[in-house]
């Protein structure tokens, strides 16, 4: 069935530094990604989504990039800060037309330590 | 605030009990989405209504169902309550049909005891 697998499940940089969280899908029709952010006891967060026509999408200090040959996609975060410090999921879009459904990875816990 | 609202936002119960967890979209979104997230679990996707009918389903629980009223706003029932119910139970609405940019309420911390 539908899969998409998130790695690391915890994550831990120091200020400034970089951090990288990978997602990999089973379904090769997927055609949407959107990453979201969720702090402690707070809704999820979209935060930045790509679509599989395209290879990159930049936000400031966040990007994501899709691989639909190796059906893979990540977030980059660069010049990390503590209020990063979150749990980040990514999803992808499984299925077609009105029937399709979000799937999410596991998440992603990212502290960012001073 | 992404303009998605959830009530209550928190709710105790005992086991075998129905409860209902009521959700407005934002305005001008047709498309209802609810999550079931359990204590250090990702989201689950329950169920999808747009404009009023069922759209898609995830794995919900036959002891679960859920509606949208012709004013959009959702309500997702629960019943014969168990303990694993007990979980964060978020519902997020798009504009669209397709799930493009999602926008998730503040959500509904179930408890059963």
């Known amino acids: 069935g539908e899969n998409v697998e998130q790695h690391p499940s915890t994550l831990s940089v120091q200020e400034g530094d970089s951090a990288v969280i990978k997602c990999t899908y089973s379904?090769?029709?997927?055609?949407?990604f959107p990453w979201y952010k969720q702090e402690l006891g707070k809704r999820p967060q979209l935060i930045i989504d790509?679509?599989?026509?395209?290879g990159e999408k930049k936000d400031q200090r966040i990007a994501v990039t899709l691989n639909k040959t190796a059906k893979h996609f990540s977030l980059h975060i660069t010049e990390t800060q503590p209020e990063d410090s979150a749990v980040y999921f990514c999803?992808?879009?499984?299925?077609?037309?009105?029937?399709?459904?979000?799937?999410f990875g596991t998440g992603t816990r990212l502290q960012v330590t001073l | 605030d992404s303009g998605v609202t959830q009530t209550p936002k928190h709710l105790i119960t005992a086991t075998g009990q129905r409860v209902t967890l009521r959700c407005s979209p934002r305005?001008?979104?047709?498309?209802v989405y609810w999550y079931q997230q359990s204590l250090d679990q990702g989201l689950q996707f329950l169920i999808h209504?747009?404009?009023?009918?069922?759209?898609a389903k995830g794995n919900i629980l036959e002891r679960f169902s859920a509606q949208q009223f012709p004013d959009l706003h959702s309500e997702l029932n629960l019943s014969s309550l168990e303990l694993g119910d007990s979980a964060l139970y978020f519902c997020?609405?798009?504009?669209?049909?397709?799930?493009?940019?999602?926008?998730f309420g503040p959500g509904t911390r179930l408890t059963v005891t």
């Open positions: 997020a609405s798009s504009v669209v049909p397709n799930p493009y940019e999602q926008y």
């Open positions: 379904d090769s029709a997927s055609n949407y």
């Open positions: 790509i679509r599989s026509n395209v």
């Open positions: 999803a992808a879009r499984i299925g077609g037309g009105t029937a399709s459904k979000l799937t």
């Open positions: 305005s001008g979104d047709l498309s």
């Open positions: 209504y747009y404009n009023g009918e069922e759209r």
